[in-house]
């Protein structure tokens, strides 16, 4: 037997609220039963026996997908700056980005 959710128009309009959202009469309804029908949906997982299946963080098996940090070789200063077309001193002059 498939349970029914039936959200309140209340509850919508506390869920809009949270996400910051204003929503008309006729979205409020329509969400409404949207929603509820994604929640009968959802609900059908509990059917599902979990009981012996061993919590996972993910599924492919790899360890680590990530190259060794390694150092080596850079530009100096000097080098990076060279096309700069503004510098001060060892820094790239640039417009600012933050209003004071």
């Known amino acids: 037997m498939k349970k029914s959710f039936k959200l309140t128009e209340e509850e919508v309009r506390h869920v809009a609220k949270l996400a910051k959202l204003e929503l008309s009469t006729a979205e409020v309804k ?28 993910q599924v492919t098996g790899l360890v680590n997908v990530f190259r060794e940090d390694l150092s080596g070789p ?14 001060k001193k060892q820094f790239f002059k640039i417009k600012p980005i933050f209003e004071k």
Request: glycine letters at 2%; proline letters at 10%.
């Open 30 to 57: 329509k969400f409404q039963k949207q929603l509820s029908e994604v929640l009968s949906y959802v609900d059908q997982l509990k059917k599902i026996p979990t009981q012996k299946v061993e919590p996972t963080g």
């Open 74 to 87: 850079s530009l100096t200063p000097q080098e990076a700056l060279a096309n700069a077309p503004s510098k």
